[in-house]
Structure formats: structure tokens, C-alpha cells
């Protein structure tokens, strides 16, 4: 699971008008995204999108993808579903992983970071990449695969 004390370095703010895009980019990518929402009707303090699927990889009834991208272009796409299956991709200082890691299956733990496949800086390229990815799991039915691909999407 993301925690702000993953974060080996100053990230800066959280960056609304990029949530935007990469809520946006969700909704037109795919039919099982029920809803793209967040923090961000709260302008005084927006921190998340939350995309909810309504199906999931495998057994997965639902998933859930919780973005987090900061005004430095640093990233964190952590996904949750009701198999309480954990990864994520991020983008930020970390020491002892590559500044764009992968926290893998099944319950992304902080000190298991791998490199990341996604090379991509930006937003709306990222979020296609992530949703790729997913889709391609999803469709496999299989976690097997999530962080393999030359630089998506």
C-alpha cells in the first residue's frame, strides 16, 4: 500500500489539473471503468483520483486504481480490488529502487521495488500505459504479466 513515507524526497503538491486528464483518459479507455472521482470537488485540499472498475482481474468482483501525480511529475498508480490484491507503478525518489519502480503482487510491499516498464513522462501516455497493462491482465485473467512490456502503451 502507498505511503507518503515511501517518498524519499520532496515530491511537491499535488498537481488537480493533471488528475483531471488522467481521470478523463480512464473514462474514455475502457467500459469497465464505472467512475473516475476524488478529493478533486475539494479544492482546498484535492490529493487522489480513485477509478473504479466494475470488474476485476480473475476472481475480482471490482478494482480500483488510487493516482496520485505531484507538480514534479512524480506518480504513484496503486491498485486495490476485492481480492485485496496490491501493486503499483510509481514515479519518485526511493532509495534503493530505480526512480520509476513497480511494487509487485500481491500486496506491493515498499522494499520489493522493481524497475518499471513504463518509460513514459507524460500524464495522459502514463495513465494508457497503466490501463494496458491492467487490460491485459484483466483479459489473461492473470497478475503474471503486469510490469512486462516494452515501454507501454
Same mark, same amino acid.
Given at each position: ?32 471503468? !464505472?467512475? /473516475? ?12 483520483? %480513485?477509478?473504479?472498475? !466494475? !470488474?476485476?482481474?480473475? !476472481? ?42 513497480? %511494487? ?24 494508457? /500505459?497503466? %490501463?494496458?497493462?491492467?487490460?491485459? /491482465? ?6 503474471? %504479466? ?8
Amino acid at each position: 500500500m502507498f505511503h507518503e513515507d515511501d517518498l524519499d524526497g520532496d515530491v511537491g503538491s499535488p498537481d488537480v489539473r493533471v488528475l483531471k486528464q488522467v481521470s478523463e483518459a480512464f473514462l474514455k479507455l475502457d467500459g469497465l471503468v !464505472d467512475e /473516475a472521482s476524488t478529493g478533486l470537488n475539494d479544492l482546498i485540499d484535492p490529493q487522489e483520483l %480513485h477509478v473504479h472498475f !466494475d !470488474d476485476g482481474i480473475g !476472481d475480482a468482483e471490482w478494482a480500483r486504481f488510487d493516482v496520485r501525480w505531484y507538480r514534479s511529475g512524480c506518480y504513484s498508480f496503486h491498485h486495490i480490488d476485492s481480492e485485496g490484491v496490491n501493486f503499483r507503478w510509481d514515479c519518485h525518489p526511493k532509495d534503493g529502487a530505480p526512480r520509476r519502480h513497480f %511494487h509487485p503482487v500481491p500486496d506491493a510491499p515498499s522494499n520489493d521495488a522493481e524497475e518499471s516498464c513504463i518509460e513514459e513522462r507524460e500524464p495522459k501516455v502514463v495513465a494508457r /500505459a497503466v %490501463h494496458k497493462l491492467w487490460r491485459r /491482465a484483466y483479459e489473461e485473467g492473470s497478475l503474471k %504479466h503486469l510490469n512486462k512490456a516494452e515501454n507501454p502503451p
